[in-house]
């Protein structure tokens, strides 16, 4: 059947009518948001202010409209987040009437650990993975919506849409259950989990259309503006506050740049753009040579290494 | 809510929106499958300078292409399956290109990993089926064929790869189309397309190779970007499972779900085939705003002009065309779970939105994937195929799997590990009255108990008289009852007033009293049934001789263990009384002996455990020992 002249047609009969590659998007995520608060006994939804979690907390008002998410969200906070950030956060939860716990690993803090001095790893693991766990552990919560995508890194390509975690939140590849056409499996035992991720089968360019598509509202951070920025290994990193202690040699410069992904400041590369517009950072991206993750310091790690942290519990 | 979230939406430009192809891709390890869907992901540019700067790097340390770009790392994820050099899992990728968004699952063709590729196959539109030029269809060629048309895959590329390793050459490219092709039509392929091409080298992937001038066909990309794929499912019947009843307040009640299937429109009659209430549909909801018409795949919320009785696991559908509903079906299974399906053992099953206990109460064939030949089977292993008849505990909506892809698949869930164990194709109800279909099954102890859901056993209850025998007996057998389980009592008493009447109280009618009552329980095991005996049965030697007619695991012995002073003391029926005045001889404990058992299977102190204790006890042995559930078959019944 195959024709080489005739496009339309072969759109219009390869889908159901009227439904494009976003709409498909849009619906299969939220019937999976309505699968967990259907099945499960506690969710949330992890909240971290970027792109994906703008995305998914906007898919969360469309699934249970006119009812609101019937979840709470839940910010993990290092200490360490870009203030617009957590203007954002606070703005969103104001507007649309939501309830945002915020958990922190208060304790790792005043011991000192900080994004500077203490070894990468370990603050990610303490400040990261050791607060998600236990704010999870403190509400009792038995299912958590993240924002992760199958094309975000090779690991994660093979991750089930609900994974299943133990009850020592260790993700294991080889105990994952297998999903079937869209049914999926919630069941749990006692101290078990899900991490469920609604976002499963979106690209990144895929995020940025529905945004503009649906006019999502996101932190500024995202669009270039003039920042105090100093360059380090290869990084450009804004100057968010007066806490970031600066080296020899080092002073901070305005230059114009734009965020691809948000994490802690110290911590998160910018990128020089003058991208002010959802549609001008569409057009940036399609003709871009680098990858989302390259401008997280976390990343740039060994092979493999995303795998090890998620069997450890990163999400 | 937000300001921004309700302001008006920008149109967007026209490539924005795309169309959708999801296709998986079976190949063995060999057959290059990684390396082509790399070099589809390299050459439609969705790489980026990073990660080409990665893959370069990559392929000079652990490259199997000796520095050359190894494409087929860009899909290779986890580093346990790098080690051992072959994919392991499912994997989603996804590309992109002017015209179409691509959804790829990656399936390995290892032979232990069929319930990946049906898996991967359960949601694609198409599948591209990898052969190497060089060998042509082989058996697993055949068995990836077979799977996706399974599960319902209608339209396959035969991606013919290494077409550089054999020169090119157009007849060994015509052979392997040929030979494939009535295998194609036999699986339900019916829509074939060969292409000739080489992933590595880039032949025929993105454009037409010069080095093919005798192929008139398409390349790869080309063809997936514009091939008509996939059922259109708005033609079919409205079908609608209730995900979320949404009730914000009193004056709103909606059924949230997503439109399996057909379309839907306000003023609709509609149906809830479990209770076969009608009601008309009101509203179509979404957050932006009532739509005039909801397709197959709209996630929506309907509100309905009548307050009827709808919950989560209901399926709507019109009126004229609703689905049947049957607690009882034929099916599909292809098995995935680490234990073996068992008879008669309970699962969880998910069909749509609604979950329901089910059991399989015969495995009518086992499919050959290799031959595609249908065999009796007695069990349905990891990675294996059959048709079983499965029991629900309450009806369900469904559609045929041939009919409806969204209505006829189901997953077994197992109710202990809570593991997905395997994914079901409803072929057809059954009624009542054709439940049984045993193939070249003769009707044996195993096939009688497996109806009855349960493995054969006595209790052998033995303890003086007064111990409280009888009453344990009796709450074991109501409690056994209750759970469904097939069961009879044999009491002393009784008996003797019926099958033993002729016998009395001598030794020798004491051994003939035990024999006959050991006979008639053998009988009743044998029938597939639990039998409870309540005999005093006071010598070793006798309840020895009745454990022997036993198979071994059968029989178990249950001591009650009252004290004589205590079963003295309670004497209800006055017989301790009568033995001490000597009007009744050889009285158990009094002027006769009892031999308590030595080793009893289940010991029952009941001057520490009270009657209900007591059960408990029991029934956890029983299950324990598997008894309540049909027997293990070995491994050697297979046919």
């Known amino acids: 059947m195959w024709d080489g002249t005739d496009q339309t047609e072969a759109r219009l009969a390869c889908d159901s009518p009227r439904l494009t590659h976003l709409d498909r998007l849009e619906a299969e995520s939220l019937h999976i948001l309505r699968e967990v608060v259907a099945e499960c006994e506690r969710p949330v939804m992890l909240y971290s202010i970027g792109k994906d979690s703008a995305v998914m907390l906007h898919l969360a008002m469309k699934a249970f409209y006119p009812a609101k998410p019937p979840f709470p969200l839940l910010h993990i906070a290092s200490g360490w987040d870009f203030r617009a950030m957590l203007e954002h956060r606070d703005r969103m939860a104001r507007e649309l009437g939501l309830d945002i716990l915020v958990h922190s690993n208060t304790e790792a803090a005043a011991a000192g650990v900080n994004p500077f001095d203490t070894p990468l790893t370990e603050y990610m693991r303490l400040m990261l993975t050791e607060a998600l766990k236990a704010g999870l552990h403190r509400y009792g919560f038995t299912a958590a919506f993240g924002g992760g995508r199958r094309d975000e890194e090779k690991s994660r390509a093979k991750e089930r849409i609900f994974s299943f975690r133990s009850a020592q939140h260790r993700w294991d590849p080889k105990t994952q259950r297998p999903e079937l056409w869209n049914l999926y499996n919630a069941r749990l035992h006692k101290g078990e989990s899900l991490r469920v991720f609604p976002l499963s089968n979106w690209t990144e360019m895929d995020v940025w259309r529905y945004i503009r598509r649906e006019r999502i509202p996101l932190p500024e951070l995202y669009f270039a503006r003039p920042r105090p920025v100093v360059q380090r290994e290869g990084q450009l990193i804004v100057v968010d506050d007066d806490r970031l202690p600066l080296r020899p040699g080092e002073t901070p410069v305005t230059r114009t740049v734009r965020f691809r992904t948000l994490g802690d400041y110290p911590l998160t590369g910018a990128m020089p753009s003058t991208a002010e517009t959802v549609d001008e950072i569409i057009a940036e991206m399609l003709t871009s040579d680098r990858s989302e993750r390259q401008g997280r310091v976390i990343d740039r790690d060994a092979a493999g290494s995303m795998e090890r942290k998620k069997q450890e519990g990163y999400f | ?457 006595v209790l052998w209850f033995t303890g003086l008289s007064g111990a409280g025998k009888s009453t344990i007996a009796n709450l074991v057998e109501k409690r056994l009852h209750g759970m469904g389980r097939h069961t009879y009592l044999l009491d002393g008493d009784n008996v003797r007033h019926g099958l033993n009447k002729d016998l009395g109280f001598s030794d020798a009618d004491r051994a003939e009293n035990i024999r006959r009552v050991a006979e008639v329980a053998r009988l009743m095991a044998d029938a597939g049934l639990i039998v409870l005996v309540s005999f005093i049965s006071p010598f070793r030697a006798q309840r020895q001789a009745a454990r022997a007619r036993f198979e071994p695991g059968d029989f178990l012995e249950v001591f009650v263990d009252t004290p004589l002073e205590e079963a003295e003391r309670r004497d209800s029926k006055g017989l301790y009384a009568k033995a001490r005045a000597g009007e009744i001889r050889d009285f158990t404990g009094i002027d006769s002996p009892y031999e308590p058992p030595l080793a009893p299977e289940i010991h029952v102190p009941t001057l520490s455990l009270a009657p209900e204790a007591a059960v408990e006890q029991i029934v956890a042995e029983l299950e324990l020992r598997g008894k309540l559930r049909a027997p293990d078959r070995g491994l050697d019944y297979t046919i």
Not at chain 2, 18 to 32: E, P
Not at chain 2, 294 to 317: F, H, K, P, W, Y
């Open chain 2, 1 to 457: 809510m937000a300001p921004d979230l309700l302001a008006e939406r920008s149109a967007p430009p026209a490539q924005a929106e795309k169309s959708l192809l999801r296709f998986i891709t079976c190949g063995s390890v060999d057959d290059g499958k990684s390396t082509l869907i790399g070099r589809l992901l390299y050459d439609s540019r969705q790489l980026l300078a990073d990660q080409v700067a990665a893959l370069e790097a990559e392929s000079r340390t652990v490259g199997a292409q000796g520095g050359a770009l190894d494409f087929a790392l860009l899909v290779d994820g986890l580093s346990a399956e790098r080690e051992q050099g072959i994919t392991i899992d499912v994997a989603y990728r996804f590309f992109e290109t002017e015209q179409r968004k691509f959804i790829v699952a990656d399936t390995p063709g290892h032979e232990q990993y069929t319930r990946n590729m049906v898996t991967g196959a359960s949601t694609a539109d198409l599948a591209v089926i990898l052969v190497d030029a060089r060998k042509g269809v082989l058996t697993q060629t055949r068995r990836h064929a077979y799977l996706v048309g399974l599960l319902g895959v209608r339209q396959a590329v035969l991606a013919v790869n290494k077409m550089d390793l054999v020169g090119f050459d157009p007849a060994v490219f015509e052979a392997i189309r040929a030979a494939f092709a009535p295998f194609a039509a036999e699986v339900g392929l019916t829509e074939v397309q060969a292409i000739p091409l080489s992933g590595l080298a880039g032949d025929n992937v993105t454009a037409p190779s010069p080095r093919t001038p005798w192929y008139e066909g398409p390349a790869l990309l080309p063809y997936l970007e514009r091939v008509k794929a996939g059922r259109d499912p708005t033609a079919l019947p409205f079908r609608f499972p209730v995900q979320w009843v949404n009730r914000p307040d009193d004056g709103f009640r909606g059924f949230a779900g997503q439109v399996a299937s057909g379309r839907v429109q306000p003023g609709d009659r509609i149906r809830v085939p479990r209770s076969g209430q009608e009601s008309t549909v009101a509203r179509i909801v979404t957050y932006d705003g009532d739509l005039a018409q909801a397709v197959a795949g709209q996630s929506v919320t309907l509100t309905l002009s009548d307050e009827i009785d709808v919950s989560r696991g209901d399926m709507l559908a019109l009126a004229a065309s609703a689905p049947e509903t049957a607690d009882q079906l034929e099916a599909t299974l292809i098995w995935m779970g680490e234990q073996p399906l068992a008879i008669g053992r309970s699962y969880w099953l998910k069909l749509g939105t609604k979950t329901v206990s089910a059991q399989a109460r015969a495995i009518t064939a086992r499919v050959n994937v290799n031959t595609l030949e249908a065999h009796a089977a007695e069990r349905l292993a990891m990675n294996e195929i059959g048709r079983a008849e499965l029991v629900l505990d309450q009806p369900v909506a469904f559609d045929a799997y041939a009919d409806n892809r969204a209505t006829g698949g189901f997953i077994l869930i197992d109710r202990l590990s809570n593991a997905t164990v395997a994914a079901g194709l409803v072929r057809q109800a059954l009624r009542r009255a054709d439940n049984i279909h045993w193939q070249a099954l003769d009707v044996d102890r195993a096939a009688r108990s497996t109806l009855k859901g349960q493995s054969p056993a």
